[in-house]
């Protein structure tokens, strides 16, 4: 029998720009952990501990039940369109259509199809660091140039809009913006969001405005680019259902953007995922149509174990943290330890039991911090202190 031939994989040559999420990879390696009979407190992966709302969840087997199985639309069920549409119009004070609505699986395929719709190659797109790492990993795949603009502990992890100004050239056509932020918190104040438009002029640039996390604010209220006279045609808003209904699992997210880029967000919809699950779109419309009551409750706990777990923090040998304002992370600074990000983050999941992010999982201007996700229990966040503090009794 002759021996089986071994052929090399020759992957394309973009392959090697595209980055990852590492939020899955330290998961995985915490549930290894677990299997292996060790105890891991889960503060590592972006994802509310809630159910889905009952009253959603009756929605999407109502329709399993109804026939709601079958393709849909590229660009989404035209009842869900509507009441994106009018749920926009009403949350960011503009007029939107459903044709400017594209639903998606998750938030991130707006990310990559309004790279692969606008970058060329050399391409330059300003975005936060440390801040999703999506957004750098699509950026340099599609052959952009990724021009981070750093996001500083002394603003309270605001952007600041005057240096974001030093960064535009005549190369620049896209400028990413998240507030809430992942992973600091941060929040742009309307003030900023006004500079910001006025800095972009006249000029030629589409702005991404990642709103995933705009009903969990913590204090004041969320101000929107598309907001601001003159800018909605070139805003793309990104919004969806996993964080504020917990939905994760779901896979369903939106853009809302100018109906004719809209078209063409739409096609690559067609070429990729050719539609989103169409009951879970119906459960989508009874989530932004349903009862709220449970989207407050979450906020409102979240603000509970942010100041809980803030205050523990800022009581570790080495660890100070500022109040984030939103979304359900915190973003210690831990130089004083005198560790690197991530062989503290590694420390912590393998002898104290703690899964953390990295701050550099975010980008280089991450350095120095870490990632905790407060969407656990105050129980476990709790445990989770003490466990901090201990090792950092022994090792520091």
Known sequence: MSPTTQHQLQLASRMSRLGTETAFEVLNKARALERQGKSIIHLEIGEPDFDTPANVVEAAVDALHNGWTHYGPSAGLPELRQT????????RGVRVAPEEVVVV?????????????????GDEVIYPNPGFPIYESMINY?????????????????????????????RTRLIILNSPQNPTGGVMERKEVEQLA?????????VL??????????????????????????????????????MTGWRMGYGVMRADLAAHITRLMTNSNSCTASFTQMAGIEALRGD???????????????????????KIKGFSCRLPKGAFYVFPNIMKTGWKSKPLADALLEQAGVAALSGTAFGEFGEGYLRFSVANSLENLQQALDRIGQWTEKNL
């Open 105 to 121: 699986p998750g938030g991130k395929p707006i990310i990559f199809f309004t790279m692969l719709a606008l970058i060329d190659e």
């Open 292 to 314: 709220q009551s449970s989207v407050d409750h979450m906020c409102a706990e979240f603000k509970r174990r942010r100041d809980v777990f803030v205050a523990g923090l800022n």
């Open 142 to 170: 599609v052959g952009g140039r990724a021009i981070p603009v750093q996001l500083r502990e002394d603003r309270d992890f605001s952007l600041d809009v005057n240096e974001l100004a030093t960064l535009i050239t005549d």
């Open 84 to 91: 994106i549409a009018d749920y926009v119009s009403r949350s």
């Open 198 to 206: 006025k800095v972009i002029g006249d000029r030629n640039i589409l």
């Open 209 to 246: 405005s990642d709103e995933i996390y705009s009903r969990l604010l913590f204090e004041g209220e969320h101000f929107s680019i598309m907001s601001v006279p003159g800018m909605q045609d070139r805003t793309i808003l990104l919004d969806g259902f996993s964080k504020t209904y917990a």
